[in-house]
């Protein structure tokens, strides 16, 4: 280890830094960040001082750097262009041992400055020992997407109770206590913006003499159309933390590989016709895990409150009592859409977009086809395959000209996305030529032309 890490106090210290470049003015804001007292000497200020994490909260001091200029300072940093005066400046502060970054130049510095990750009062600093700070950055980036935006206010949360936890808890047990609390519902309200709940669910856990809530948990996630990239930062988070998932169908291996490994795996996909597991056992089975003290991921494709029965699924958690969570994808039509280089709405062409579902009941398809039937509206239609005769043929009846755009996107989002266009009279007879395979999505309108300006970046398979 080269740089010992430290987190340093500089609320209200003096700090120099020299230089009136862009790069020192980030400088200035960071340590302004920190509280510290900020005096900058230049000839003269760039415009980035303007900005309002500097502008009027730094003192300017005119001129080119003399060794005094260190005195009564707490820290330095040089961040000019001219290597001379960076030197002079790491000589100087040296000399009197006040801690110097010079930038770019770690072998000038007695201190260099990490990447960080805040989530006050949470910090997390990656440095590479000045060895890589691109590499440095990038470790920073892949570490924001796991480290949850709610986990400054769970780590405030903490520390309000740290006294009362230590008051009541037996030392040997406190750590136990504390990796439910931070991992546990009470956590999940905290990032769900519910502080106010987690601040009474942690109370009445502290207050629970049994201190443990040994039930599991539910997060019915969103798991998107396919690509794996589209998942959220929370969707990634929650299946690595899971002891089970269940998914669907539609929810594709790569993104199933994201699981923690040790994640028990279960099955539950609806093949039409062919229904894996009915519905209700589903919703039983969803009871029995958390009842059972796992912590659940339910996984559906797309968003679980577009035809995703998400609904009935939270409501037999809610009447078993069973803390859950949702967790919203990207929905079919969403993913598909962008992928496909068809946007569902345009200033010329589109000012609505509905969303409906195809699935037959009785051999019927049970819509409004007036209402459907409009101008300028887009209409996406999930689950539509097996109706699509019906589809087309009542949208005509209903007045859609026949020649109006349409488009099959068969596995979109995938390496596998096919895009086939036509219009509403050809539509059919493409499905049965093409031999077009669930899942594809039916979008229908004349924002289906713009693809063909649009498509600039799909897919090869
Ligand atoms: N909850 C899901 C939809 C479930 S219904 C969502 O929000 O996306 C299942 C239907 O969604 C499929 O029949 C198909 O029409 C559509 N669908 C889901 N994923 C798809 C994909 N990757 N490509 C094309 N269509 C898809």
Redesign the pocket.
């Known amino acids: 280890m080269d740089f010992l890490p430290i987190f340093l106090d500089l609320r209200e210290q003096p700090c120099l830094v020299v230089g009136g470049g862009d790069v020192a003015a980030r400088k200035c804001a960071l340590l302004l960040r920190a509280g510290a007292r900020v005096t900058v000497l230049a000839p003269a200020l760039s415009a980035a001082f303007d900005a309002d994490s500097t502008a009027g909260r730094v003192v300017h001091r005119a001129g080119h750097f003399r060794d005094a200029d260190l005195e009564g300072h707490a820290l330095a940093i040089a961040a000019t262009s001219d290597e001379a005066v960076n030197r002079a400046v790491a000589a100087a502060a040296t000399a009197r041992r006040i801690p110097v970054n010079v930038v770019d130049q770690p072998t000038l510095c007695s201190f260099i400055l990490p990447s960080i990750i805040e989530r006050a009062p949470l910090t997390v600093a990656v440095s590479s020992g000045g060895a890589s700070p691109v590499l440095a950055r990038l470790l920073r980036a892949r570490l924001e997407t796991l480290i949850p935006a709610g986990y400054g206010r769970l780590a405030a949360l903490a520390g309000a109770f740290r006294d009362q936890v230590k008051a009541r808890i037996k030392p040997k047990e406190r750590r136990r206590f504390w990796e439910r609390v931070l991992q546990g519902p009470v956590a999940e309200l905290v990032f769900n913006g519910r502080d106010e709940e987690a601040r009474k669910a942690l109370q009445a856990t502290l207050e629970d003499t049994r201190l443990t809530y040994s039930g599991g948990e539910v997060s019915l996630v969103?798991a998107?159309?396919?690509d794996p990239d589209l998942l959220t930062f929370r969707a990634l988070r929650l299946m690595q933390q899971a002891d089970v998932v269940v998914y669907?169908r539609?929810v594709?291996q790569p993104i199933l590989d994201l699981a923690r490994l040790e994640a028990e795996r279960i099955y539950a996909g609806k093949e039409?016709a062919m229904h894996t597991l009915p519905q209700e056992d589903i919703n039983q089975l969803l009871v029995r895990l958390a009842k059972q003290g796992k912590r659940v991921v339910r996984l559906?494709?797309?968003?679980?409150?577009?035809?995703?029965r998400?609904g009935e699924e939270i409501d037999s958690l809610a009447a078993e009592g069973i803390p859950f969570q949702v967790v919203p994808?990207?929905?079919?039509?969403a993913?598909?859409a962008s992928y496909a280089g068809i946007p569902l709405t345009h200033r010329d062409y589109a000012q609505s977009v509905v969303f409906v579902?195809?699935?037959l009941r009785d051999g019927g398809m049970d819509l409004n086809w007036s209402a459907l039937a409009q101008p300028r509206q887009t209409i996406v239609?999930?689950?539509?395959?097996l109706g699509i005769d019906q589809l087309c043929r009542q949208l005509a009846a209903h007045g859609l000209p026949a020649s109006t755009p349409a488009a099959l996107?068969?596995?979109?989002?995938?390496p596998h996305?096919r895009v086939l266009t036509g219009t509403l009279d050809s539509l059919p007879g493409i499905v049965r030529r093409s031999d077009v395979k669930?899942?594809?999505?039916?979008i229908i309108g004349e924002v289906v032309k713009l693809r063909d300006r649009l498509k600039w970046f799909e897919p090869v398979a």
């Open positions: 969103g998107g159309p396919g669907d539609l594709s039409r559906k494709g797309g968003d679980p409150f577009i035809f995703g998400g994808g990207v929905t079919a039509a993913g598909c579902t195809g699935h239609c999930y689950m539509g395959l996107v068969q596995e979109g989002t995938t996305q669930a899942p594809t999505l039916i």
